[in-house]
């Protein structure tokens, strides 16, 4: 069976749309025949990957494998996934450690071969959660092929709610909101800060942004934010600017091609 995750329209009503529908959507997504001979095919191996080799060599593996934490796009950087499994994350001299995106953390420490037994073979689930995670964000980047905003909103909710699980503390969390550019594009436009607002010093964007967020959903604790309820609003004031947003470039251009229809033509 073949099935193309779809979203209709944009903005709040899109996002009604897409949700009256995920569910059975989803199910279709993970019955159509790449992803899961892809799904069945990782839960087979996994059992028998012993070394990072295992994994980097098996571009299939590699494939759910990346693809359950939103990297799919390093699928031929091979040497660089090796080497942050190899090290792990127990010493901060790591790689993962060092890089601000917290998805090559995460990934190195659920698949850590600088310990004995690997890492993997200690977190119960793995396999089953990692299967339902690329199932997820393939369903995602699907939707994103034609609908980017959407495949946004889609991941918000889970993307902050795992980023505040995996923080130590409220200001480490906005750091890593930060540097994690899906979330921090949501919040920089459900909060209504400018384009210009990247450019600033990166200790005066944590302190602006977290400022903002206590002015418009009054609070900036990530705990809170993170909750279904402030995570629907952040969403859904996301979608409301961004089409705001779209609609000012659409009402910009059609005045611009008013005006200049009407200069008048020198004759030829």
Known sequence: MSFKPFAIGTGLSGWTLLKATLKLQKVAHSRSVVISSDTQYFLER?????????????????????????????????HFIKTLMTEGVADQKTLANKLADRRYKSLARDFDFSISPPSHFRHKD?????????????FETAIGDTNPEMRLALGFSTGIRTLWKESATNDAAWFQILATPPL?????TALGLPAEFSRLDIDEQHQ?????????????????LSSDTKAEDVTRRFLVLDQAKGAGRTSSLHTALVLLSAIPQKPV
Not at 131 to 136: G, K, L, S, T
Not at 184 to 188: E, S
Not at 208 to 224: C, H, L, N, P, Y
């Open 184 to 188: 921090k594009k949501v919040l920089q």
């Open 126 to 138: 793995l396999a089953r959660k990692t299967a339902e995670r690329f199932q997820d964000h393939t």
């Open 46 to 78: 996994f059992p028998e990957i012993r070394t990072p080799d295992d994994i980097v060599d098996d571009r299939r593996v590699l494939r759910v494998i990346l693809g359950a934490y939103g990297l799919s796009e390093d699928i031929d950087n091979r």
């Open 208 to 224: 602006r942004i977290q400022e903002k967020a206590r002015r418009v959903f009054g609070t900036s604790d990530i705990s809170e």
